[in-house]
């Protein structure tokens, strides 16, 4: 979940495979095992305070354009191919 163009709280997922061409690491990125007792528990709630401060800042009347920057558009575009 994003807020105010930063990252808040979500998982960490290896890129889709049709970045494997385009994006290339400069190292191996080593994650520490989760000990969390329930870590979807714990995403849950972050997520849901992310999203009632978005929905609570934004209003419904917003377009995408007004949203999002246009790098951001971009990224979605090319993302859900639309």
């Not at 495979?17 to 400069?26: L, M, S, T």
């Amino acid at each position: 979940e994003w807020l105010a163009g930063v990252p808040k709280c979500g998982e960490y997922k290896s890129l889709p495979a049709h970045f494997n061409d385009r994006v290339k690491p400069e190292k191996e990125l080593r994650l520490p095992q989760l000990t969390l007792k329930d870590p979807e528990q714990v995403l849950q709630r972050a997520r849901k305070i992310v999203q009632d401060t978005r929905d609570h800042s934004l209003s419904n009347d917003l377009t995408p354009e007004q949203t999002f920057s246009a790098d951001e558009l971009e990224q979605l575009y090319t993302a859900f191919k639309w």
